[in-house]
């Protein structure tokens, strides 16, 4: 296998809406049954055809190659860049060649940077300028999700004494009070209100310039999908939902929650913004939304790219989807 490969021999799975959304495809096979498995693991991460994904701290080193990048290196090109704080074991692709992501101190940064067609790119740029391939990026995002995770986490929840990796990096283990703890995935709603031919959509003041999006907050404790949707809309636009519709799931690495996107039927229309919580909202035409996305529309409002589930969503509805929209409309 070249070291400069940049896509991965993909397992054979079923593509849904989900997977065509960034950081949703995740090729490999993850063999958790083996996670405790020392001797396998071991062996795995001796493999000459081993690859690792590597990150300064939380940032993903890119090998150069003329007008290609690749996040994909070999244990040789590994030992040049610097010694691992931890790896994790991501799992094998169809033709059984091991992954692992590697963590590397993020002092080492400026050294790193400093080698030849080494770079270090913020893993939300590499999505956004297309620098690596769908199943790459979704195996990338994980590894960047999973390592920040330990970095966050290295003491026990329970009783306070440092905790240490196992089952191949899947989890941490105190070994003062025998606690277990395993990776955090925050959930997090995103969806589209909708009024007949309209949208509800909101900006806030980080966004770039003239960028709407749909909106979205943190499932609460005791909550249903449905519900946090509606309370969500009620509480940043003041605007009433009925029937909520599940659209599609994406993994969203910063740090690290999953985006579960939804159509809400509005059934109010006054907006009332939460100025805590979003610069404006408002509501789009259809016709409104397809210029944005396009990116011809006449005062230079823009959508969400491509790698954004919003963007997979605002499409939906400017396709009037009825098969996707389902109850919402």
């Not at 003491?155 to 306070?160: D, I, K, L, R, V």
């Not at 999953?258 to 059934?267: E, K, N, T, V």
Request: proline share 5%; hydrophobic share 45%; with cysteine.
């Amino acid at each position: 296998m070249d070291p400069t490969e940049t896509t991965l021999a993909a397992v054979p799975s079923v593509f849904d809406r989900s997977a065509a959304v960034g950081f949703s495809l995740n090729p490999l096979d993850r063999l958790s049954p083996f996670r405790d498995d020392d001797a396998f693991v071991d062996e795995k991460r001796q493999h000459a055809s081993t690859r690792y994904m590597v990150l300064v701290g939380d940032v993903p080193v890119l090998a150069r190659h003329g007008e290609q990048y690749s996040v994909l290196f070999s244990r040789t090109a590994l030992a040049s860049l610097g010694t691992p704080v931890r790896d994790i074991f991501l799992g094998v692709d169809a033709e059984g060649v091991a992954f692992f992501a590697v963590s590397l101190d993020k002092d080492m940064a400026e050294r790193v940077a400093q080698q030849p067609n080494i770079e270090l790119v913020d893993l939300r740029a590499i999505a956004m300028r297309g620098l690596v391939s769908a199943d790459v990026l979704g195996e990338l995002g994980g590894a960047k999700a999973m390592l920040d995770w330990h970095a966050r986490h290295r003491f026990c929840a329970n009783c306070g004494a440092p905790s240490r990796v196992s089952a191949a990096g899947w989890r941490r283990e105190c070994d003062n009070c025998g606690a277990q703890h395993f990776p955090r995935v925050d959930p997090v709603v995103i969806m589209l209100a909708i009024d007949g031919d309209r949208c509800l959509l909101g900006r806030q003041a980080r966004f770039a310039p003239g960028m709407y999006s749909a909106l979205a907050g943190f499932l609460e404790p005791g909550e249903t999908i449905e519900d946090a949707v509606r309370r969500e809309v009620h509480e940043e636009a003041g605007i009433d939902c009925a029937h909520v519709t599940y659209f599609a799931s994406q993994p969203w690495p910063f740090p690290s929650s999953l985006m579960i996107g939804c159509f809400a039927r509005a059934s109010s229309t006054e907006i009332v913004v939460d100025t805590t919580e979003l610069e404006d909202a408002r509501w789009f035409s259809r016709d409104e939304v397809r210029d944005m996305l396009e990116g011809t529309h006449a005062t230079g409002l823009s959508a969400p790219k491509p790698f954004a589930i919003a963007h997979h969503l605002l499409k939906a509805f400017v396709d009037n989807d009825t098969t996707v929209l389902g109850a919402a409309v």
